[in-house]
């Protein structure tokens, strides 16, 4: 069945045919994933560009000149945080960038206030950035010994710590509604159009859910264990078995007794299945699993394959989905 599309043309990282009598709006996103939920809702006078290469990490990228360049020349900067984009933390706390910037993980104190009228002072925030960064990497040194277990996370989306929030797909619907809201505050936008996409997106977005929802129940009772915890959001979003993951912080290499839990717990799992990333060295599975009958999937947290447009984001649940069902004993890699 076709999914709805936006009312109005892709926006891209160029305008297609912008209208004359509106001004080009220049969204900046830092992920690839960002972008696609921005694309879903973004009218044609409006570009999309993105900021960190997909398949490099967002913890500790380095801009080239160009890319502070296009920071500089944004309207609206929309980033998951000070702990995904570390790199970032300063630099849009500082005065040139701060009442432009949307930060959109729930909790961090500035993702919806930029929707209100009072918005330019919700930014204040930012000025925490740093110490948010420290605690991120303290959480995740001291973490991974005691994580072997199933994750039993809830979905009070305020309290939880997890930055990967574009992986699950109502915390999508809440970063596009915080998108159309900054970019109805911009001059000159077609504000009518932005929330028809939005409405659009949103229908699209329940479709997708249903089918993936549908097309995951085989897996279910599959052992699925993946090598960060990126993969949470996405698992408890569809009820799948999550039994443990590698390391909570990818920078940081899993402690010996963390691993010998994991080594364990494969041993005992239903079909275990690991869920590897295209962005890190797969070693360390290969280390842990040597004498263990388990399968593999590679899966992409940053959508590096998928192609960018209005249906991105739908795209890119459904390439997780798809990874996930080569778990299956029939279609899994050995």
């Known amino acids: 069945m076709p999914m709805p599309k936006p009312a109005l043309a892709l926006a891209a990282a160029v305008s297609l045919g912008a209208t004359p009598a509106l001004a080009d709006t220049r969204i900046v996103t830092t992920l690839k994933p960002l972008t696609l939920i921005a694309q879903g809702i973004a009218t044609p006078d409006m570009t999309v560009s993105t900021l960190v290469p997909p398949g490099s990490s967002p913890h500790n990228y380095s801009m080239k000149p160009s890319q502070r360049r296009a920071l500089h020349d944004a309207d609206v900067i ?52 740093d110490d948010h960064g420290e605690h991120h990497e303290d959480h995740g040194e001291h973490g991974d010994d005691n994580h072997a277990g199933h994750h039993e996370h809830h979905h009070d989306h305020g309290g939880e710590d997890d930055p990967h929030i574009w992986l699950d797909p109502a915390l999508a619907g809440e970063i596009a509604e915080t998108m159309e809201h900054a970019l109805a505050e911009q001059d000159g936008v077609d504000r009518e159009a932005l929330t028809r996409n939005l409405a659009q997106f949103k229908t699209a977005l329940k479709q997708t859910e249903a089918e993936i929802q549908a097309k995951l129940a085989p897996v279910k009772d599959i052992s699925l264990y993946s090598y960060h915890n990126a993969f949470v959001r996405f698992a408890e979003h569809y009820g799948l078995n999550l039994e443990g993951t590698l390391t909570l912080n990818p920078e940081l290499s899993p402690g010996a007794r963390h691993i010998a839990q994991i080594q364990e717990r494969l041993g005992k799992a239903h079909h275990p299945c690991l869920l590897t990333e295209p962005q890190f060295n797969p070693g360390a599975w ?4 040597e004498k263990l009958d388990v399968t593999f999937s590679t899966w992409d947290p940053l959508a590096t394959e998928v192609a960018e447009g209005p249906d991105g984001y739908l795209a890119f649940q459904h390439q997780i989905a798809d990874a996930v069902l080569k778990c299956l004993p029939e279609d899994a890699e050995h």
């Open 78 to 129: 929309f980033w998951v945080g000070p702990d995904m984009e570390t790199f970032l933390a300063r630099l849009l706390a500082s005065g040139e960038f701060r009442d432009r910037t949307v930060a959109l993980l729930p909790g961090d104190g500035t993702e919806a206030q930029y929707a209100h009228d009072d918005h330019g002072d919700d930014h204040g925030g930012h000025d925490d950035h």
């Open 286 to 289: 290969e280390v842990i699993t």
